[in-house]
């Protein structure tokens, strides 16, 4: 008799076990008195924001508050929020680290505001724009345009495609430094232009929007 039973339950085990495989994924099995027997389940994936920062090269700053700043009644104290500091000169400048060099920054943005014209200025490492720089100096330069130029939207995205083709054409080596601006809004007269740096401490070449700002803005 216990042959008999230890045969059964070794049939019964691979039987089962191939049933089960054998059933689709996708079926549900009812259960009784359920109101959720028929009811599939699908996992729910939060979605991260992630809100990145001008001046912020490391993501782990993007998670992190900006810096305490001292009360400042400047035109460009919003540029705080975006990583920027203020130096002695009264201009807000953005620094970012060598990744090839250990110990070595070098200054990547640059905004001030200068006899009654806005300038923000995105500076060339050796001539090469270092990675994510050609987004970041084009978020940049939207940023004075929408905040310090009176253009509508329409206006601000043909504005945006034209910074963005320049920027890029600097990037491929389609437009060498040269002191000539280019008139991206007539009204406004809004110049961009990609030139070397002959004054000051800093050395190289930058890509600069010159924008008029109007008195009402000041």
């Given at each position: 008799m216990s042959i008999?039973?230890?045969l059964f339950r070794a049939f019964i085990l691979p039987v089962s076990t191939f049933f089960m495989a054998a059933v689709p994924s996708t079926v549900n099995f009812p259960i009784e008195g359920s109101a959720i027997a028929n009811a599939q389940t699908t996992p729910i994936i939060p979605q991260q924001r992630t809100t990145q920062r001008i001046c912020s090269l490391d993501p782990v700053e993007d998670l992190l508050p900006p810096l305490p700043s001292k009360s400042s009644n400047s035109l460009l104290s919003y540029l705080a929020e975006q990583g920027f500091t203020q130096n002695q000169e009264g201009s807000w400048v953005c620094y970012a680290n060598d990744p090839k060099k250990e110990g070595r920054y070098f200054t990547l943005f640059k905004v001030q505001e200068m006899n009654g014209r806005l300038i923000g200025s995105s500076f060339l490492d050796e001539g090469s724009l270092i990675e994510g720089q050609d987004n970041r100096s084009l978020d940049l330069f939207m940023m004075l345009i929408e905040r310090h130029m009176n253009a509508s939207q329409e206006n601000r995205q043909g504005i945006r495609r034209y910074l963005q083709?320049?920027?890029?054409?600097?990037?491929?080596?389609?437009?060498k430094p040269t002191r000539r601006g280019f008139l991206f809004d007539q009204p406004n007269r809004g110049l961009v232009l990609y030139h070397t740096l002959s004054s000051g401490s800093l050395k190289g070449t930058a890509i600069t929007v010159n924008i008029y700002l109007p008195k009402s803005k000041t």
């Open positions: 008999i039973v230890r083709a320049f920027i890029s054409l600097v990037e491929q080596g389609n437009i």
